[in-house]
């Protein structure tokens, strides 16, 4: 697969971070609108109804600052797993709500866990991990990103507060760690140049052997033209112009 055809722009770019971030508001809005609480279809860690929050717990968000915070971020990196993950991206998404919420139930706090950061966590471990495994120079430099915007919230998978999900947190970490190890994705393959090759050698290069050990030009002709080439002879042959002039 060419660079061309894997690093190319569609609509569901802008389409699925527009949906994600559509829902989270949505929720919200309904809890206000109407005056109620969902706060209970959070994850519950160790019983059996919590096990719900691991599908309704990403859209579910305890203040207008706590969606704020969560809308940007999921909303940079679904599109940034999109477009350079397109394939996989939808399965990430998939594996990483589902995994992510099944560790925080396995290792939370008897409380309620809420939240898009769990999901954020995920993305952006995965983006890391996995640009960082490829050793594609465009994918790391993703990588690079992401650690430059949002390496801060490494520091959020240890218990600073007591009001924050650490276990939330962490849990997404180790989560997109693992789908970055077992998601396979196609990579695109990069050009070459001979000089790149394992097979190179420098003596054979047509270019460089223009050139003497110390890097001074040394014009050169082909030696395949030199040996094609042959003496020649020009030879002039002068032939009298005969013809007289004739009487008008």
Do not use: C
């Not at 209970?40 to 096990?51: A, E, K």
């Not at 991990?129 to 998978?157: C, D, E, N, P, Q």
């Amino acid at each position: 697969m060419s660079e061309e055809t894997y690093f190319k722009f569609s609509n569901k770019v802008l389409l699925v971070p527009m949906i994600a971030v559509l829902l989270i508001w949505t929720v919200f809005w309904v809890e206000i609108r109407f005056q109620i609480n969902l706060n209970q279809y959070g994850i519950f860690p160790r019983t059996l109804i919590g096990l719900r929050g691991m599908l309704f717990s990403p859209f579910l968000h305890g203040s207008i600052e706590h969606l704020y915070n969560n809308t940007i971020p999921i909303a940079i990196l679904t599109a940034s797993l999109v477009y350079f993950y397109r394939s996989i991206s939808f399965k990430v998404l998939l594996w990483g709500v589902l995994l992510s919420g099944l560790l925080t139930w396995i290792i939370g706090r008897p409380s309620y866990h809420i939240g898009a950061s769990g999901v954020i966590y995920v993305l952006a471990s995965f983006i890391f991990f996995k640009g960082i495994f490829t050793k594609h120079y465009r994918l790391v430099a993703l990588s690079l990103m992401v650690v430059f915007i949002y390496g801060s919230l490494l520091w959020f998978i240890f218990p600073l507060k007591d009001n924050i999900s650490w276990e939330g947190h962490l849990s997404g970490f180790i989560t997109g760690l693992t789908l970055a190890l077992f998601v396979k994705a196609k990579i695109p393959t990069t050009k070459k140049y001979a000089w790149e090759l394992e097979t190179y050698n420098e003596e054979e290069d047509e270019f460089l052997r223009h050139f003497d050990e110390h890097g001074n030009f040394i014009e050169r002709k082909d030696e395949a033209l030199e040996s094609e080439e042959k003496p020649f002879k020009i030879t002039y042959h002068f032939r009298e112009n005969k013809t007289k002039d004739k009487p008008t």
